[in-house]
């Protein structure tokens, strides 16, 4: 599914995807209205959604939120113009599978698309600097040092950073959903963390997850 409310844009972007073999375009949607709409009458056909970050009804990254509400499997790439770590740090945090800047070349959307589809990340290197550039003091938030934390607290709050759902946590470490829920709740303690897109700051700062 393509989520973007420029036409000629959305467009551009389907004709390179329908070039590929195996590829099909199953919905458009302009709006974060039309695109959960869209994404809830297609739960269980969609293999990846395309949207963008900027909308005008609803940004992007909220629209991803809705969705991961009732469909959390389905990858979303996203497409924006927005190089601000915490915008993108936001995005990561509601279950982001990759982000891929509206400059890049035909070659490059279709390796982030060929790259999650096969289970993997996708970062543009545009986005990836300012991704994973030093924290400064003015965006700081939550503990400058690193805090000690048990392996187990860290192999949860890697996978949190990564975008994972609490379900499927649990299913990668042999652990309850319940367990996962009880993990989360400790790191949002130990780390002075008020929302989950403070403990994915935190994993990317230290090196605690890695795209």
Known sequence: MLVDDHTLFRSGLKKILMEVEGLE????ASTSADAIQSARR????????????????????????????????????????????????????????????KQAVDEELLAAVRAILNGQKYVHPVLAA????????????????????????????????????????????????????TYKGRLMQKLDARKRSDLVKYAFEHGIAEV
């Open 42 to 101: 297609l739960l269980g056909s969609l293999d990846l959604i395309i949207l963008d970050i900027s909308l005008p009804d609803q940004d992007g990254i909220s629209a991803a939120e809705e969705i991961r509400k009732f469909d959390p499997r389905t990858p979303i790439l996203f497409v924006t113009m927005h190089k601000d770590k915490a915008y993108l740090r936001e995005a990561m945090s509601v279950g982001a599978d990759g982000f891929i800047s």
């Open 25 to 28: 375009v199953l919905a458009e």
């Open 130 to 181: 300012a991704l994973f550039d030093a924290p400064s003091a003015s965006d700081a938030k939550g503990p400058a040092t690193k805090i000690e934390l048990s392996k187990r607290e860290e192999e949860v709050l890697r996978y949190l950073a990564l975008g994972y759902t609490q379900r499927e946590i649990g299913e990668l470490l042999y652990i309850s959903e319940k367990t996962v829920e």
